[in-house]
RNA sequence: GGAGAGGUGCCUGAGUGGCCGAAAGGGCCGGUUUGCUAAACCGUUGUACGCUGUAAAAGCGUACCGAGGGUUCGAAUCCCUCCCUCUCCGCCA
């Protein structure tokens, strides 16, 4: 969320700048600055009355302890009634601040000034592309028909017994999804990350400090009896390993990476968007996570997107790198690229990749902050990508190098996978 | 899952109702001493919010001793609920 302080010193840039988002601020911001008006003066009255009462209680107590018992008495009811009206006010600023984080989470982070306006995700800017689309013959097949026909993944049986968005990857399919795995772990690993094994559940803090709690809850599978959530990307456990600390300086930057599961509810998507392995509810993905120095955030997003792009090069796939326009980025971020692929037998362009800023977004919800030289403590930045999610990947190299012997393997991944052809 | 012990500042650890934002030791930072290093000595050392205020600062107040409630004029200290850690037992990859 952004921080109060924002709010409070450029209400207006804050709601202008938002419009950019498509989101009207206006009367949120009006109303969460009169709020902490109300709650300012509560706490400055209630803060005299708990002086009052401190000193007093001191008071009885040395009165007390000379015998004086009469005035000991005297003053203990008047505290019982300052203890009164103490609770009043604190109440009242209890709602107040109760409400003013109600508020405040509801507001979506600012975007970056070189964000592209636009609403929808055609608005998108192409940054720049690489890699040579395949020249299929018109029988090509989609990954779906190829991943049945070589029996190296078999949706149906997910199907049966989980349910739609669940397959099971199998032979050389399992093997491809080891290899891949171990290839990204390697370049991230290479590039000065610092692997991590997450856990798959977390609990609500947890969910809350990465932004999907309050508002995508419903996104999460829930785990009831323990209260923990199925994580939808390694982005929540790894970004909160720094949850409630406070780092000095030299500790920064982090560089954390982690290949994990990821579970997500998907609901409401249907179409040729789920089919095959387009959208899942279980999926594999490597994710790397930087905490930085704010001056430094908008340089490391750069570089982790030649990252990024370094991979789908070695993978030797046809690729773009979109700008989010303000329309399309998420509620989270400053600033978002997406990488993506083209799928060259469904002849679309698909998602592989999300790398984005979140500036002090999520930093703030963790209190996730550092003693800068001079003393001061200020709120990291945090960012985090995809490096790179699997099962579009795992689509394109089908789909994309199908040949009439098989499909080939590009020879970064050969050492992983042991074989060169999928036949 | 059962029984017991415990959660205090950067760390160790004392503190069972007022004199405790918290002893002591260590660490860190600053200073003195010193050819350098070490040692010794002295001093400093949390976070958040509010009020006053400044060029920066600073001062004052409030809250915080796992979390949340309660008792009391007054709670780190007493009571309740929850979370977590450790030991033993049970179960188990």
């Known amino acids: 969320m952004i921080t109060l302080q924002t709010l409070r010193s450029n209400p207006e840039e804050v709601v202008s700048r938002l419009k950019k988002k498509h989101f009207d601020a206006k009367n949120l911001v009006d109303e969460i600055l009169k709020l902490d008006?109300?709650?300012?003066?509560?706490?400055?009255?209630?803060?005299?009355?708990?002086a009052e009462s401190n000193k007093l209680?001191?008071?009885?107590?040395?009165?007390?302890?000379?015998?004086?018992?009469?005035?000991?008495?005297?003053?203990?009811?008047?505290?019982?009634?300052?203890?009164?009206?103490?609770?009043?006010?604190?109440?009242?600023?209890?709602?107040?601040?109760?409400?003013?984080?109600?508020?405040?989470?509801?507001?979506?982070?600012?975007?970056?000034?070189?964000?592209?306006?636009?609403?929808?995700?055609?608005?998108?800017?192409?940054?720049?592309?690489?890699?040579?689309?395949?020249s299929l013959p018109?029988?090509?097949?989609?990954?779906?028909?190829?991943?049945?026909?070589?029996?190296?993944i078999d949706f149906e049986t997910g199907n049966k017994v989980t349910g739609a968005g669940f397959p099971f990857y199998k032979g050389k399919g399992a093997k491809l999804q080891r290899a891949l795995i171990s290839f990204l772990l390697d370049n991230a690993i290479a590039a000065g990350y610092t692997e991590y094994q997450p856990p798959l559940m977390v609990n609500a803090a947890t969910g809350f400090g990465t932004g999907q709690l309050p508002d995508k809850d419903g996104q999460m599978y829930f785990v009831n009896?323990?209260?923990?959530?199925?994580?939808?990307?390694?982005?929540?456990?790894?970004?909160?390993?720094?949850?409630?600390?406070?780092?000095?300086?030299?500790d920064?930057?982090?560089?954390?990476?982690?290949?994990?599961?990821?579970?997500?509810?998907?609901?409401?998507?249907?179409?040729?968007?789920?089919?095959?392995?387009?959208?899942?509810?279980?999926?594999?993905k490597v994710e790397i996570v930087r905490i930085e120095k704010p001056e430094n955030s908008y340089a490391v997003l750069e570089e982790m997107v030649k990252?990024?792009?370094?991979?789908?090069q070695k993978l030797e796939l046809p690729y773009r790198i979109v700008k989010l326009c303000g329309g399309d980025m998420s509620f989270a971020s400053a600033l978002t690229y997406d990488f993506e692929v083209f799928c060259a037998a469904q002849k679309r362009w698909l998602e592989v990749s999300s790398v984005s800023n979140f500036e002090s977004f999520q930093s703030n919800r963790?209190?996730?902050?550092?003693?800068?030289?001079?003393?001061?403590?200020?709120?990291?930045?945090?960012?985090?990508?995809?490096?790179?999610?699997?099962?579009?990947?795992?689509?394109?190299?089908?789909?994309n190098n199908q040949t009439p012997e098989g499909i080939r393997m590009p020879a970064a991944l050969r050492s992983y996978t042991g074989f060169d052809l999928i036949s």
């Open 37 to 50: 008006v109300d709650r300012r003066q509560s706490q400055t009255a209630l803060d005299q009355k708990l």
């Open 57 to 134: 209680s001191k008071e009885i107590g040395q009165l007390f302890s000379q015998g004086k018992k009469a005035e000991a008495e005297e003053k203990r009811s008047q505290s019982t009634a300052l203890k009164e009206e103490s609770k009043v006010l604190e109440e009242q600023m209890r709602k107040a601040e109760e409400q003013i984080q109600d508020m405040l989470v509801r507001v979506p982070n600012l975007p970056n000034d070189s964000v592209p306006e636009g609403r929808s995700p055609e608005e998108n800017v192409v940054v720049r592309s690489g890699g040579d689309v395949p």
């Open 138 to 152: 018109e029988n090509a097949l989609p990954h779906w028909e190829l991943a049945a026909k070589y029996d190296i």
């Open 225 to 250: 009896e323990d209260g923990f959530y199925l994580i939808p990307t390694a982005e929540v456990p790894v970004t909160n390993i720094y949850r409630d600390v406070l780092l000095k300086e030299e």
């Open 252 to 284: 920064l930057p982090k560089k954390m990476c982690a290949y994990s599961q990821c579970f997500r509810r998907e609901a409401g998507s249907y179409g040729k968007d789920v089919r095959g392995l387009n959208r899942l509810h279980q999926f594999d």
């Open 307 to 312: 990252h990024v792009e370094s991979l789908v």
């Open 366 to 399: 963790m209190k996730l902050r550092f003693k800068d030289r001079e003393g001061k403590t200020q709120l990291v930045h945090t960012l985090n990508g995809s490096a790179l999610a699997l099962p579009r990947i795992v689509a394109t190299l089908l789909e």
